[in-house]
């Protein structure tokens, strides 16, 4: 398998028990796994897919438990089979699924980013040079993930794959917005929304995930709690988790609860418990966190009709506002306490106006 910047990713992954390519069920998408089985035993199954939704619902688990399938099927159709596919599941024993779980299957390729990093042209020459190797035969697999951080340059660059892509060759797009991703690359995907969990799904996929991660699995009412801050995302409740970080979500989740009432007390032991060095992670994971509410709060009113229009810009305008202050903290050393004070206060008059 090939992977941007290869040394340094499949270096992490291999570290990584909660890399996507490892989880080997997928919780709560039945809609979207069989929209492409039908796509698999019809014979005619599309090249190129973009899977979209929030982050940390499962878009990625959906690409890799695809490309398994496929790699897993020797390049066989619906026409080479009597009886049609019913699952994506592959068994963990085929010698595919091995060679993916090493990170080692000729016949995938993955760009991978995180962070604030991009997927450059460069990286997605080697995509294409990839696609100009003699295939070994049967099915091949491209996952893009996140879509989001191509460069206009190497979007375009993308695009001339997904045009003209060699036989068998499937493309997976996941994005985290589809107005994000070239309109003519989106243009010629099967796109595919995947949603936030439900509360049921929710539980089974976290529970898979902490017992691959060796993490304490959470009980029912703490589920619920996570189900609740995490608005349905596995990923953020991962992070909260991992991090242990629902103790700092629960203080947040209580300020904003008492909105517009600000209580200062609150604020200041919040603030307290993610200031100083050692909690340099905690801080910015707390940003992650007001960030989301914000958004939560802007979408929300958007959603409830016209006469919350007002109530809808404040929040939006609330929200950049906070990613903009931030950035500025960050680069200028300035004091973080006074920054989550503004941030904070800046909501109590928000709220105050709703």
Not at 288 to 293: G, K, M, S
């Amino acid at each position: 398998m090939a992977r941007r910047k290869a040394s340094e990713n499949e270096a992490e992954a291999a570290g990584d028990p909660l890399h996507p390519r490892l989880a080997d069920g997928l919780f709560g998408h039945e809609e979207a796994e069989a929209m492409f089985l039908r796509s698999y035993n019809a014979g005619a199954l599309h090249h190129a897919w973009l899977v979209t939704g929030e982050r940390g619902i499962g878009k990625a688990t959906f690409a890799w438990r695809a490309a398994r399938f496929l790699l897993s099927r020797h390049g066989e159709n619906a026409a080479a089979n009597l009886t049609p596919a019913t699952t994506l599941d592959a068994p963990s024993t085929h010698p595919a699924a091995r060679q993916i779980a090493a990170g080692a299957h000729s016949s995938l390729f993955a760009l991978e980013v995180s962070g604030a990093s991009t997927i450059g042209v460069d990286e997605v020459r080697k995509l294409r040079a990839f696609l100009g190797l003699t295939s070994p035969g049967g099915w091949r697999a491209m996952i893009v993930d996140p879509a989001n951080d191509l460069t206009i340059a190497s979007a375009n660059a993308l695009l001339k794959a997904v045009e003209e892509p060699p036989p068998r060759t499937v493309f997976f797009l996941v994005s985290h917005g589809a107005a994000a991703v070239l309109p003519t690359i989106r243009s010629r995907c099967i796109k595919l929304t995947l949603h936030p969990l439900h509360a049921e799904p929710f539980a089974h996929a976290v529970e898979a995930a902490c017992a691959r991660a060796r993490l304490d699995i959470p009980e029912a009412e703490q589920m619920q709690r996570l189900h609740a801050l995490s608005s349905g995302s596995v990923g953020r409740a991962l992070d909260l988790i991992g991090g242990g970080l629902l103790t700092l979500a629960d203080k947040l989740e209580r300020v904003i609860d008492r909105l517009p009432r600000l209580d200062h007390a609150a604020v200041h032991d919040l603030i307290q418990s993610a200031s100083g060095a050692k909690n340099a992670d905690k801080f910015e994971r707390l940003c992650d966190l007001i960030e989301e509410r914000i958004e939560a709060r802007a979408k929300s009113a958007a959603q409830g009709g016209r006469g919350n229009t007002t109530q809808a810009a404040l929040w939006a305008v609330a929200w950049q506002g906070f990613r903009e202050r931030r950035i500025e903290t960050d680069v200028l050393n300035l004091d973080k306490g006074a920054f989550l004070l503004a941030a904070f206060s800046d909501m109590e008059r928000i709220a105050r106006k709703a």
